[in-house]
């Protein structure tokens, strides 16, 4: 592929994203969805059907080899400032027992419905060789997560975010996303693992070995590093450097065991040492990068990876299924979870429909899926579809449960390491 081509791509990419992303963010969406819809506005079910002859030269398979590495890349620095901010705050402590049962209830409810849909979706939407439960699996992972930056940045604008169901959400999105990926990590080792369970034995043993040499080794002497060089928790190039070395051999590790790169990345940003400003400075050097110029390219090759043949016929009922049952089980169990720890039918149906969002996690669940072989472009496209429709509704309902809250100037400061994402 010429440099030409490439460049061409990332034009058409970054101005229909940011273009998107600016009309959803009129109509009160997070700019998040407005580039999800990009990456379906460039794929074969709009820009393919309208203008097929410039679709397929502009994005020809044969030229997608530097978008997909980029986009790679891209996802590995997102996964890797998601598992900086990961941290036990004031209010997951605070309201660990509320959050408790907010988060196991909304990934109880859609994992059994998604494993209950999954007998009715296998015959025609799982790929040649795999078998049914790790499909299942995977549905039950895939409809469970939970989106904790877009619900952040949702609270953050209506100035909910010290509320009590706001700090409960905000709460119960980290025990979901205990559960959530530890559920995709194995479903993955298990798809991965061509011995069977011998295979998904030593895989656990190598993410085991790893978490040992994470917290043990590479914890103390990167909080030794940091100490040492950047005192005042501004990395200099060198320590910068050494950081990024240690994220993508994290990267390369978890890759080579049959998982996906992100999980290193992942679990190399939770081991570093806990430091708000050392956060503040990653984050504003490494999301610019990521979030602006390599995640649009993610999405666009999410849009690429789409079918028209998902919204049709008895396709287009499977996708009517798959967003209800998201839908019914994230609110429903949210809701219920929050009832129980004493929250008002409003608060908790509010807490329900935050838990409900899905957002770019839910479009990397998808890619990890594609990429291990347990799900097709067609049930690719209907996941995207249900990413897109739980995300947008998460504002509209959130307005109906509680109101639209006026943004109090003492909420500016806070969650200020999240993004629209």
């Known amino acids: 592929?010429?440099?030409?081509?490439?460049?061409?791509?990332?034009?058409?990419?970054?101005?229909?994203?940011?273009?998107?992303?600016?009309?959803?963010?009129?109509f009160g969406q997070p700019a998040v969805v407005g580039e999800m819809a990009a990456g379906l506005m460039l794929g074969p079910i709009v820009m393919g059907a309208l203008f097929p002859t410039l679709h397929a030269q502009l994005f020809s398979k044969a030229s997608l080899g530097g978008l997909t590495s980029l986009s790679t890349l891209g996802l590995v620095l997102f996964m890797f400032v998601v598992g900086l901010e990961l941290r036990a705050h004031d209010g997951v402590r605070a309201q660990l027992r509320s959050a408790g049962y907010v988060g196991v209830l909304s990934v109880i409810a859609p994992l059994v419905l998604g494993i209950a849909i999954s007998p009715a979706l296998y015959p025609t939407l799982a790929p040649a060789g795999v078998g049914f439960w790790p499909f299942a699996l995977f549905m039950a992972a895939a409809l469970s997560i939970t989106a904790f930056p877009v619900m952040a940045r949702i609270l953050k604008?209506?100035?909910?975010?010290?509320?009590?169901?706001?700090?409960?959400?905000?709460?119960?999105?980290?025990?979901?996303?205990?559960?959530?990926?530890?559920?995709?990590?194995?479903?993955?080792?298990?798809?991965?693992?061509?011995?069977?369970?011998?295979?998904?034995?030593?895989?656990?043993?190598g993410v085991v070995g790893l978490l040992v040499?994470?917290?043990?080794?590479?914890?103390?002497?990167?909080?030794?590093?940091?100490?040492?060089?950047?005192?005042?928790?501004?990395?200099?190039?060198?320590?910068?450097?050494?950081?990024?070395?240690?994220?993508?051999?994290c990267a390369l590790l978890t890759e080579w065991m049959q998982l996906h790169a992100v999980f290193g990345a992942f679990l190399f940003g939770a081991c570093l040492p806990r430091d708000d400003r050392l956060l503040s400075s990653l984050a504003g050097r490494i999301e610019?990068?990521?979030?602006?110029?390599?995640?649009?390219?993610?999405?666009?090759?999410?849009?690429?990876?789409?079918?028209?043949?998902?919204?049709?016929?008895?396709?287009?009922?499977?996708?009517?299924?798959?967003?209800?049952?998201?839908?019914?089980?994230?609110?429903?169990?949210?809701?219920?979870?929050?009832?129980?720890?004493?929250?008002?039918?409003?608060?908790?149906?509010?807490?329900?429909?935050?838990?409900?969002?899905?957002?770019?996690?839910?479009?990397?669940?998808?890619?990890?899926?594609?990429?291990?072989?347990?799900?097709?472009?067609?049930?690719?496209?209907?996941?995207?579809?249900?990413?897109?429709?739980?995300?947008?509704?998460?504002?509209?309902?959130?307005?109906?449960?509680?109101?639209?809250?006026?943004?109090?100037?003492?909420?500016?400061?806070?969650?200020?390491?999240?993004?629209?994402?």
């Open 288 to 421: 610019p990068i990521s979030i602006v110029v390599l995640m649009p390219l993610f999405f666009a090759l999410a849009g690429l990876g789409t079918t028209p043949d998902a919204l049709s016929g008895a396709s287009l009922g499977a996708m009517v299924l798959i967003v209800v049952v998201a839908t019914v089980g994230k609110i429903a169990g949210g809701a219920v979870g929050a009832r129980m720890a004493g929250y008002s039918w409003r608060d908790s149906l509010a807490t329900g429909s935050l838990m409900n969002a899905r957002g770019l996690m839910e479009l990397i669940v998808m890619k990890i899926g594609l990429d291990a072989g347990l799900i097709g472009p067609e049930l690719f496209t209907m996941l995207l579809v249900m990413a897109l429709v739980t995300t947008a509704m998460t504002g509209p309902l959130m307005t109906l449960f509680v109101g639209r809250a006026a943004k109090p100037a003492a909420d500016s400061a806070v969650v200020d390491a999240t993004s629209p994402r």
């Open 1 to 26: 592929m010429s440099v030409i081509s490439l460049l061409l791509q990332l034009i058409v990419i970054l101005a229909t994203a940011r273009a998107c992303g600016w009309v959803l963010r009129y």
């Open 213 to 249: 040499a994470l917290f043990f080794v590479v914890k103390p002497a990167y909080a030794w590093l940091l100490r040492k060089h950047a005192p005042d928790s501004e990395p200099s190039t060198t320590v910068l450097a050494s950081l990024m070395i240690g994220l993508l051999v």
């Open 157 to 205: 604008d209506r100035g909910m975010t010290r509320t009590s169901f706001g700090q409960l959400s905000l709460s119960s999105a980290a025990v979901v996303d205990v559960f959530a990926w530890i559920l995709l990590a194995f479903v993955v080792a298990l798809a991965g693992a061509g011995e069977g369970y011998t295979g998904l034995l030593k895989t656990a043993g």
